[in-house]
T-cell receptor, first 116, second 109 residues
């Protein structure tokens, strides 16, 4: 597609349920980032994928959070046993190469997760 | 102290004013990004720069590597420029992005 696509755009779930959030980066982009943004707060780094390298998972807040990137393209962020504090907008971004290597970032429109 | 600091945190100005938003960083970075986030909207990349100055329309971004400082300027500001402006530095060591807290800009007509 022309841009970074995220689905679903909204997700309402009950506390304790598992959720999967999907990100389709721009075709050919090797770098993919997941962030979350709580209401009125800045961006919180979650995980970074770069090509075939091991992902940088240093931002994942707990072991309930995991992410994978299949075939170097689509990424899925999974939150197990959701808690109310997981409610936030989850944003995905991609860049052609690493965002430090003089590459612009392209963001998806996010998934608004609400845990009741 | 945050590794990337923005100022001001909030800025309200009248339409037509020249706007400056500042970003200082304390770590080695390979590039600095300026992004825009409208209320309820997505995030749009405005600039990515590692030296000098870039201009796009009414927006100008500058960076001084020695002083570890970047500025985003908006000339002839307009109410549609109202948004949160965020700077982020890409760490030279691992390319992880370090985010500023954002500057909320309101332009009044």
């Amino acid at each position: 597609g022309a841009g970074v696509s995220q689905s679903p755009s909204n997700k309402v779930t009950e506390k304790g349920k598992d959720v999967e959030l999907r990100c389709d980066p721009i075709s050919g982009h090797t770098a993919l980032y997941w962030y979350r943004q709580s209401l009125g707060q800045g961006l919180e780094f979650l995980i970074y994928f770069q090509g075939n390298s091991a992902p940088d998972k240093s931002g994942l807040p707990s072991d309930r959070f995991s992410a994978e990137r299949t075939g170097g393209s689509v990424s899925t962020l999974t939150i197990q046993r959701t808690q109310q504090e997981d409610s936030a907008v989850y944003l995905c971004a991609s860049s052609l190469n690493s965002a430090g290597a003089n590459e612009k970032l392209f963001f998806g429109s996010g998934t608004q997760l609400s845990v009741l | 102290k945050n590794e990337v600091e923005q100022s001001p945190q909030n800025l309200t100005a009248q339409e037509g004013e020249f706007i400056t938003i500042n970003c200082s960083y304390s770590v080695g970075i390979s590039a600095l990004h300026w992004l825009q986030q409208h209320p309820g909207g997505g995030i749009v990349s405005l600039f990515m720069l590692s030296s000098g100055k870039k201009k796009h329309g009414r927006l100008i971004a500058t960076i001084n590597i020695q002083e570890k400082h970047s500025s985003l300027h908006i000339t002839a500001s307009h109410p549609r420029d109202s948004a949160v402006y965020i700077c982020a530095g890409a760490k030279a060591s691992n390319y992880q992005l370090i985010w500023g807290a954002g500057t909320k800009l309101i332009i009044k007509p």
